[in-house]
């Protein structure tokens, strides 16, 4: 940032970049790997071929089941909101309902 710090709208792809290649505390991963599959290629990281050794490889596919993983829960987690939203409008249609009840039931 300049002095003025009126520079600071060109910084935030930056630092959106920077946000979403950060592992968050809640996914335990970057949202760019939740995403996509893969983190951005900044243009500087070696390419990797497939190790000859076991354990990388199961290092790999354990990371790959963990995004996959976390992908499902976070799916489920939408789900369960989605359903607990319609439960919670039928239930305020209900209670609306029995109130509307008692009261013709006292007039």
Same mark, same amino acid.
């Given at each position: 940032?300049?002095?003025?710090? /009126? /520079?600071?709208?060109?910084?935030?792809? @930056?630092? *959106?970049?920077?946000?979403?290649?950060?592992?968050? =505390?809640? !996914?335990?991963?970057?949202? &760019?790997?939740?995403?996509?599959?893969?983190?951005?290629?900044?243009?500087?990281?070696?390419?990797?071929?497939?190790?000859?050794?076991?354990?990388?490889? *199961? &290092?790999? *596919?354990?990371? %790959? !089941?963990?995004?996959?993983?976390?992908?499902? =829960?976070?799916?489920? !987690?939408?789900? &369960?909101? /989605?359903?607990?939203?319609?439960?919670?409008? *039928? @239930? %305020? =249609? %209900?209670?609306?309902?029995? !109130?509307? /009840?008692?009261?013709?039931?006292?007039?």
């Amino acid at each position: 940032m300049n002095e003025r710090q /009126d /520079d600071w709208y060109d910084l935030l792809p @930056l630092a *959106e970049f920077q946000h979403n290649n950060h592992i968050h =505390s809640a !996914t335990q991963h970057p949202p &760019f790997l939740l995403d996509t599959g893969r983190l951005p290629c900044m243009g500087f990281e070696p390419q990797q071929n497939p190790s000859g050794l076991e354990t990388v490889n *199961e &290092f790999t *596919e354990r990371m %790959r !089941t963990a995004i996959k993983e976390a992908k499902l =829960s976070q799916k489920v !987690t939408y789900l &369960f909101c /989605d359903e607990l939203d319609i439960v919670s409008k *039928e @239930l %305020r =249609s %209900r209670v609306r309902q029995a !109130t509307k /009840d008692v009261v013709k039931s006292e007039v």
